[in-house]
């Protein structure tokens, strides 16, 4: 980038000197000042070290003046003596009106976005006539960096700790105070104990042989985060239409008999409890795409559109295909699960995806399913923050669950980043393609 461009970059002098200034005047606005900008939001480069070095004077519960401050920027060498008593009475003469820290601070910010959106076009541009690589790959990586720039991340930049700390801090107050759950809730119970519900970025695999009730487990999760958190919840359906999810998901919040929603064969009552959830449901923001053969390229694409995301599920992981063309199923595996785990991170939410289970546990006397039964690639294990496995003594002893009573199904946390493994027992009731929570749920580790 040339010197006449650096010229025309947008900032404003002014604002940034009576910004510090009115810092400098009263300290007891820096607060509200770091909710709106971080140091790298200044252009100064002078003026991004007198702002972390207020931020440091004021985390340290340190005073705050004229004279603490230039002794701390002489100390860390920004200035001489004689410069720094200079240009900090400067400043000091612009902090007039410590009433405008948050409009000052909020024209910094727009000011810096600026900066940031010409540095990626002019990155994205410089890549454009280069010709590298596949256009769609360039098309993802731009919106990437937009949508980073739109969600308040520069992902060009470290951070510092102290500013992560804050954040954490902060976070940590409201868990106590009751302000933030402790992550995304799944709705049951002995699942969130073992979870702490589901955290932002996380890749959660639900393993399980074909007919153990994966699809199901999904969408009761998802339906329970869309009607409780009242945030989108967006589901990638590659194996059933929208039509037929909608059908399982209207079956399992009514409880009504799929076959009878599938036939139309529905009494007064069955009519009247459809009518009752349909209307809770379509109040709900679901979001659901049936495209076959989806990327997670093409994912992330309708996913950055999304307002107040807040989970998304992907049924399942053996239909989809990866950006780039691989012959071995194994290494495209691979890559579909690495691009999900940066997805997740991307967009910062829980991301569910459904996997099918190799035949391996069908060839033990122990049929409950393992971390090696993950079929195609080992790097699913790896990529994933959070596996679960869905086993049922009555798939294989062929037990009628088609009653209202159900029977005990068994949802194996095998994987926790985050904390313990253990098994969570639950009640299925498969006409209802419905989980539940029962009675002393939490067992021992698998």
Known sequence: M?????????????????????????????????????PDDFYISEHTQ???????????????????????????????????????TQLVHKGNNALNVKDYAKIIKDKSLLRKLISV????????????????????YAESLVFDIAQGRDSKNFRHISDVINEVYQNLHK???????????????????????MGNSDLILVGARPGMGKTS??????????????????IFSLEMSAEQLVNRIISSEAMIDSVALRTGKLDAKQWNEIAKTTTQLAGSNILIDDTTGMTVTGMKGKLRRVKDLGLVVVDYLGLMQSDKRIDNRVNEVAEISRNLKIMAKELNVPVICCAQLSRGPESRTDKRPMLSDLRDSGAIEQDADVVIFLYKDDYYDKKDTDNDEGCIAEVIVAKNRHGSTKTVKMGWIGRYTKFRTIANDVGEAP
Do not use: W
Request: charged content about 25%; overall charge negative.
């Open 2 to 38: 040339n010197d006449e461009l650096l010229k025309k970059l947008p900032f404003s002098l002014v604002t940034e000197q009576s910004l510090l200034g009115s810092i400098i005047i009263a300290p007891e606005v820096l607060d509200e000042v770091v909710q709106i900008i971080t």
């Open 50 to 88: 007198i702002f972390m070095t207020l931020k440091e004077l004021f985390v340290n519960s340190r005073d705050i003046d004229f004279v603490t401050l230039v002794d701390a920027l002489v100390t860390k060498g920004v200035y001489n003596e004689a410069g720094a008593t200079d240009y900090i």
């Open 121 to 140: 076009c002019d990155e994205v541009s410089e890549k454009a006539y280069s010709e590298e690589g596949e256009a769609a790959h360039l098309v993802d």
């Open 175 to 197: 868990m106590a105070e009751g302000e933030a759950a402790q992550g995304t809730k799944t709705g049951f119970s002995g699942v969130d104990n073992v979870l702490a519900g």
């Open 217 to 234: 487990f999904a969408l009761n999760i998802a339906t329970n985060v869309a009607v409780q958190s009242k945030k989108t919840v967006c």
